[in-house]
């Protein structure tokens, strides 16, 4: 099973930076206003554990040379980069967890006209993603993408009430950007949604899906853990006091 060093990749892949620089052994990004992930440095080994305070400096100075401060994306195993961040008054936040399971079994055609594979996203869908938060320089990311990429257009009661996207890297599927509308939440819609992305992803040659979720979004842990989804391992991010 994918544990947390080997989807560091996929993220990378299925959400890419506006721009991307190795520094020494940081890969610094760049985000265009699409978020943390795609704005912190990184190591781009993700089997490193540490690194030298040198190169933490190179680093900063790459960040700040985007226009961007301090902001580090420290998967649970780095626990020495993480110790020298930290000494340096760097504070955690945002802890996100990633959860995988077969394609094979998630798998399911939806219902009739119930989610909608499509590309490029509908209006509507577009739509749903802002009132949720996901703008302009989100939905960039997701033009950025260049391998298998799609989004899930869901609807409810003859309404439209959902939105999501998938890409594929190395045979593993990454669902970003999910959101229901309120009115549509709880009532299976994300499952249903869930089940056609993965359909779609076996489809198109692969063999494991994942999802990262935040660990206050206890809702969605739950919904991923009732489809099957196991916990493989964690990230978080420390940046400068706000």
Same mark, same amino acid.
């Given at each position: 099973?994918?544990?947390?060093?080997?989807?560091?990749?996929?993220?990378?892949?299925?959400?890419?930076?506006?721009?991307?620089?190795?520094?020494?052994?940081?890969?610094?990004?760049?985000?265009?206003?699409?978020?943390?992930?795609?704005?912190?440095?990184?190591?781009?080994?993700?089997?490193?554990?540490?690194?030298?305070?040198?190169?933490?400096?190179?680093?900063?100075?790459?960040?700040?040379?985007?226009?961007?401060?301090?902001?580090?994306?420290?998967?649970?195993?780095?626990?020495?980069?993480?110790?020298?961040?930290?000494?340096?008054?760097?504070?955690?936040?945002?802890?996100?967890?990633?959860?995988?399971?077969?394609?094979?079994?998630?798998?399911?055609?939806?219902?009739?006209?119930?989610?909608?594979?499509?590309?490029?996203?509908?209006?509507?869908?577009?739509?749903?993603?802002?009132?949720?938060?996901?703008?302009?320089?989100?939905?960039?990311?997701?033009?950025?993408?260049?391998?298998?990429?799609?989004?899930?257009?869901?609807?409810?009661?003859?309404?439209? &009430?959902?939105? #999501?996207?998938?890409?594929?890297?190395?045979?593993? *599927?990454? !669902?970003?950007?999910? $959101?229901?509308? =309120? %009115?549509?939440?709880?009532?299976?819609?994300?499952?249903?949604?869930?089940?056609?992305? &993965?359909?779609? #992803?076996?489809?198109?040659?692969?063999?494991?899906? *994942?999802? !990262?979720?935040?660990? $206050?979004?206890? =809702? %969605?842990?739950?919904?991923?853990?009732?489809?099957?989804?196991?916990?493989?391992?964690?990230?978080?991010?420390?940046?400068?006091?706000?």
């Amino acid at each position: 099973m994918a544990g947390i060093a080997d989807l560091m990749p996929v993220i990378t892949a299925t959400w890419p930076a506006a721009e991307a620089r190795q520094v020494g052994p940081f890969m610094v990004q760049a985000g265009g206003g699409g978020g943390q992930r795609v704005s912190a440095a990184r190591l781009a080994d993700p089997a490193t554990t540490d690194t030298t305070e040198a190169e933490i400096d190179a680093a900063i100075a790459a960040l700040e040379g985007f226009g961007q401060p301090p902001l580090f994306q420290v998967p649970g195993h780095q626990t020495g980069l993480d110790a020298r961040l930290a000494a340096r008054g760097l504070t955690p936040r945002d802890t996100t967890h990633a959860m995988v399971m077969p394609c094979a079994d998630l798998a399911a055609p939806p219902p009739p006209v119930t989610c909608f594979a499509t590309w490029p996203p509908l209006a509507i869908q577009t739509e749903i993603w802002a009132a949720g938060g996901i703008g302009p320089a989100r939905l960039a990311v997701m033009e950025r993408v260049t391998g298998p990429r799609m989004s899930f257009f869901g609807r409810a009661n003859d309404k439209p &009430a959902g939105t #999501a996207f998938v890409a594929i890297h190395h045979g593993i *599927a990454m !669902l970003h950007a999910l $959101e229901i509308a =309120p %009115a549509h939440r709880r009532k299976g819609l994300a499952a249903k949604m869930m089940r056609a992305a &993965a359909d779609w #992803a076996k489809g198109e040659g692969a063999d494991t899906m *994942a999802v !990262l979720v935040t660990g $206050e979004n206890r =809702p %969605a842990q739950g919904l991923y853990a009732s489809l099957g989804f196991q916990a493989v391992g964690q990230y978080h991010y420390r940046s400068q006091r706000s």
